[in-house]
């Protein structure tokens, strides 16, 4: 099972943001991020992958940070669990929202 609490998620230029996702496998799934074009999502300078091992163990909470976000980083990520039993995904959109600064 996967759950994902925010599938559409707003961020403006240059600002980060940490997708989250939620899976519970038994037995136990091997979890990863992909893009939109299917690519496995690779820890670096842009992107932080996290996986936090629940009670009980088969629950697992996934997050991708993506910092200082470019026009290039909006469009469709997903969160995949696999296991010998199955396989299944969840789909995060992820797109531009304008940031005006502080009104005074």
């Known amino acids: 099972m996967l759950w994902i609490p925010h599938q559409l998620v707003g961020v403006p230029l240059n600002f980060n943001v940490t997708l989250e996702c939620f899976t ?9 991020w992909t893009r939109e ?10 992107y932080r992958t ?31 669990a696999k296991n010998p039993r199955g396989e299944t995904d969840g789909t995060i959109r ?3 929202e304008y940031y005006r600064g502080h009104d005074l």
């Open 94 to 96: 992820l797109y531009s």
């Open 50 to 80: 996290e996986s936090t091992v629940g009670m009980p163990i088969y629950k697992t909470h996934m997050r991708l940070h993506i910092y200082y976000i470019q026009q290039t980083d909006y469009g469709t990520y997903k969160c995949v």
């Open 37 to 46: 074009d299917g690519h496995m999502i690779h820890d670096s300078r842009k």
């Open 24 to 32: 519970e496998a038994h037995p136990t799934s091997l979890n990863y």
